[in-house]
């Protein structure tokens, strides 16, 4: 039996699991204010309205640089993850993506935080990367080392399929976090798996990191 099967496997799970036994459900850009999150961002001086901004209807608007990112203050675990984002019409699609199992902030210049990172990147949305001692095991055949001057080695592993829309339109994307088990679902497809991420929990971060960038419909459920 394939791992992909699998991994289908422990999401029904996990959805009878989270009927049986109840489930916390939160909107995250709710009530629209910046004080209710933490902000980490290279460079002096630089708030948190200064890159990130919410709409009157509810958007999250990153302008992209400087680099950094926005995280909740509370911690998650077991959850599903829910969120629309879009490039905005007229802008160049560049780099962005959601930090999930964050644990600490290496200090600065470091603009990544120790997490696992679903890539947003324009053509490689739902990529996996594993940063500052954050580790993934699986699967052997799609994991990938990294090195970069800024941050180090890294590890990851590389989507199995491009699903995302053309700029300017809204994606769908949802993020399923079980113990060790991460699955990653953009417009519906199924786009990367893992079973062997690290089981601890972590704040749930959005990146900044090179343009604009909207996001939308943002829920995150606990799951038992």
């Known amino acids: ?12 799970w996990v959805f009878i699991a989270a009927a049986a036994f109840g489930q916390t459900t939160t909107t995250l850009f709710e009530k629209k204010n910046l004080a ?16 990130f901004a919410f709409a009157d209807d509810g958007r999250l608007l ?3 640089l400087p680099f950094g990112y926005l995280a909740t203050k509370e911690s998650y ?12 019409e007229g802008s160049q699609p560049t780099n962005s993506g959601i930090f999930l199992k964050i644990t600490e902030q290496p200090p600065l210049p ?5 997490s696992v990172e679903v890539q947003l990147q324009h053509r490689n949305a739902g990529d996996l990367w594993a940063f500052y001692g954050r580790t993934i095991t699986e699967p052997g055949n799609r994991l990938r080392n990294a090195q970069n001057d800024a941050i180090g080695s890294f590890m990851g592993t590389q989507k199995l ?3 995302e829309k053309d700029p300017g339109q809204w994606n769908t994307m949802e993020i399923l976090c079980v113990e ?3 699955v990653v679902t953009v417009n519906g497809k199924i786009v990367n798996w893992t079973t062997g991420a690290e089981a601890i929990e972590g704040r749930v971060g959005f990146q900044s990191e090179g343009g604009p960038i909207e996001f939308r419909n943002a829920v995150l459920t606990a799951l038992p």
């Open 77 to 88: 675990k077991n959850f599903k993850f829910a969120l629309e984002w879009r490039w905005p």
């Open 62 to 64: 990153c302008k992209g």
């Open 110 to 114: 470091a603009f990544l935080p120790k």
């Open 161 to 163: 399929l491009m699903a």
């Open 1 to 12: 039996m394939s791992r992909k099967i699998i991994a289908s496997f422990i999401c029904c």
């Open 180 to 182: 060790s088990l991460i």
């Open 36 to 51: 209710d999150w933490d902000f980490h961002i290279v460079g002096e001086g630089i708030k948190v309205e200064d890159v």
